[in-house]
């Protein structure tokens, strides 16, 4: 054979993509009715496996001009007429009487289109493949009438020939703008090639989802509405700033390990614009993702690199408000957090993928981790991510956000990026700890906190670790709408989340140190315990893995999803507290001006 492997791109590389110029010959227009490729000898072994992948429904994946080879389907639904359609790759062979047959001929048809506005232009809009086995080394063609090829795992070697035929027409309706929507997604059919209405029923899944979704937007909603209402009217009605308002005012104290703290929340923020980011742009250009997969991938390194200046901004902001002093905060360590904020996330995902490959790896998975996807991203990583990060924190470094937000006259306490606790006339609420509400208490508070989020993404879930392993082969562009939309809800909750638990935890505690750890690993993990559980479902009930491997891996991918998607949320749960605490203590210091 003189095949040789395809040079990617880096989004083919990291998707899994392998390519390889087949033996297979085209000359345009011009018509081969049987050529003979070549004589293979299959010993036992080869014999063995092929019976095995037969007898296991394999496909073959052939690309011609950018689009897929695929099998031709007629439905017939009784009201439009007779519809061709598309689906992508053709089979290795059949079973018979528990017999494997090989289909060692195809007779590839190539359709193709005569441009309007140059009709010296053509372009492919079609690839269909039918593929027949035969047992002499003819091309039958249209005929019945011949034997086929029995592969027989008894034998020590069979000689197998390879032959094929090249048809090529035009097809004058079909544009190449249009030509992927020919094809569907392989679930949609039964056994007989029948179209299914699997799609229609999944599309009124994911709409009660979407209800469901408002619904419980609304009735958190109307808790963060009370909250609002009840602190800051309290702080206007008072002479002196209410409850919250004095405790709020004694809550700008640095937690422990902030640098930590800032890295992580950093990190939060970039996956959240990589996730609204790529949403969007599916969405909005990919209006039907076959074909489009390595497009969408390369948008979405795109987008996550970008994010990185996001990850660096919000972490310098983050360390800025609650460090001690301004002095702290000098060039050398922008650089680290700001860099670790938009790396160490992906470099941490990054190391356990590629130990969790090397336990199970299998160099004709197409989902096992090459090295050279290791060196892609180690690129990216090292001449982009980091850069783009520390961009971001320079330029944090000497600007303030929550001052720009709220530009009115600030209380003397809050006039400079680092607010100073001021004292009070009145004594700070305290509890005992002893006498925390149940809600607060750690179990509680996880289990409680998790629920609505948990609601939102239920169902959408489903699909998103489905993809980790499996690709569809077409995907409706409102599918991406109905993901992003569970993905804005979903923050749209964790914001309104965290202003509630950070309400409750100052109103019910004495004491306000490390409030904001307390507010990021609660709402991070109050989501992540419910995801895990669903994942593991997921895999036992739902998912048809058979190989070792697979469970493995998608295990370790969906744990990082998991993990990545807490992390946002508690970031953004953080950053709504904190303003939220700002915005108390702006009401109560404007009051006592």
């Not at 981790?369 to 001449?383: A, E, S």
């Not at 607010?419 to 006498?435: D, E, T």
């Not at 409102?478 to 804005?488: K, L």
């Amino acid at each position: 054979s003189s095949a040789k492997p395809v040079h990617l791109s880096v989004a083919e590389i990291i998707n899994g993509d392998r390519f390889w110029q087949s033996d297979y010959r085209l000359a345009f227009l011009k018509d081969e009715p049987c050529l003979r490729i070549c004589d293979r000898v299959m010993h036992q072994r080869s014999i063995e496996k092929s019976v095995e992948i037969i007898k296991d429904d394999y496909i073959a994946h052939w690309v011609v001009d950018g689009i897929p080879a695929s099998t031709t389907f007629i439905n017939d639904d009784g009201v439009s007429g007779p519809k061709k359609y598309y689906i992508p790759g053709f089979s290795l062979g059949y079973e018979q009487d528990g017999d494997a047959y090989i289909n060692n001929h195809v007779m590839i048809v190539i359709r193709f289109h005569k441009e309007s506005d140059d009709q010296e232009k053509y372009s492919i809009v079609g690839v269909e493949v039918y593929p027949k086995s035969v047992k002499e080394a003819v091309c039958p063609g249209a005929t019945r009438g011949y034997e086929h090829f029995k592969l027989d795992p008894h034998q020590e070697e069979q000689l197998v020939p390879f032959t094929y035929s090249i048809y090529w027409r035009e097809d004058p309706d079909l544009e190449h703008k249009d030509r992927w929507k020919m094809y569907i997604d392989p679930s949609t059919i039964d056994e007989n090639g029948n179209i299914i209405q699997a799609s229609s029923k999944n599309t009124a899944i994911h709409w009660v989802s979407l209800i469901n979704s408002f619904v419980v937007l609304s009735f958190v909603s109307i808790i963060v509405a009370f909250v609002l209402m009840t602190t800051f009217r309290s702080n206007l009605a008072s002479e002196s700033a209410s409850e919250f308002g004095q405790v709020a005012q004694s809550s700008f104290t640095p937690p422990v390990f902030l640098n930590l703290l800032s890295i992580l929340t950093g990190s939060g923020i970039q996956f959240i614009f990589t996730l609204l980011g790529s949403g969007l742009l599916s969405f909005v250009f990919f209006r039907n993702t076959f074909g489009q997969q390595t497009t969408i991938f390369s948008a979405v390194i795109a987008v996550l690199i970008i994010g990185g200046f996001f990850a660096g901004f919000s972490s310098i902001q983050l360390f800025k408000l609650f460090s001690t002093s301004s002095g702290e905060l000098n060039l050398k360590k922008t650089i680290i957090i700001s860099s670790l904020s938009g790396s160490a996330l992906i470099t941490l995902s990054l190391i356990v993928v590629v130990i969790a490959n090397a336990l199970v790896f299998d160099s004709d998975s197409p989902r096992s981790f090459k090295f050279g996807t290791f060196m892609c991203l180690f690129l990216i990583y090292v001449v982009l991510q980091i850069p783009i990060s520390v961009i971001g924190g320079i330029i944090s470094k000497n600007f303030n956000l929550l001052t720009k937000l709220l530009v009115k006259k600030m209380p003397d306490f809050v006039s400079s990026s680092v607010p100073l606790k001021k004292a009070s006339n009145k004594p700070l609420p305290a509890s005992s700890s002893r006498n925390y509400p149940f809600y607060l208490k750690l179990p509680f508070s996880l289990l409680i906190l998790g629920i609505c989020p948990c609601s939102i993404v239920f169902i959408e879930s489903r699909f998103l670790y489905v993809a980790l392993l499996v690709e569809r082969a077409s995907t409706s562009y409102f599918m991406y709408g109905f993901i992003i939309s569970a993905a804005i809800l979903l923050l749209v909750v964790m914001v309104e989340i965290g202003i509630i638990a950070t309400y409750l935890r100052l109103l019910n505690v004495g004491s306000q140190v490390n409030w904001q750890w307390w507010t990021f690993l609660t709402c991070s993990f109050s989501i992540w315990i419910y995801l895990v559980p669903l994942s593991i479902y997921h895999l036992i009930f739902k998912m048809k893995l058979l190989d070792s491997g697979s469970p493995v891996l998608y295990m370790v991918y969906t744990t990082i999803l998991n993990t990545v998607v807490s992390i946002a949320c508690g970031s953004l749960a953080l950053w709504s507290a904190t303003m939220f605490v700002y915005a108390v203590v702006y009401s109560a210091g404007t009051k006592e001006d």
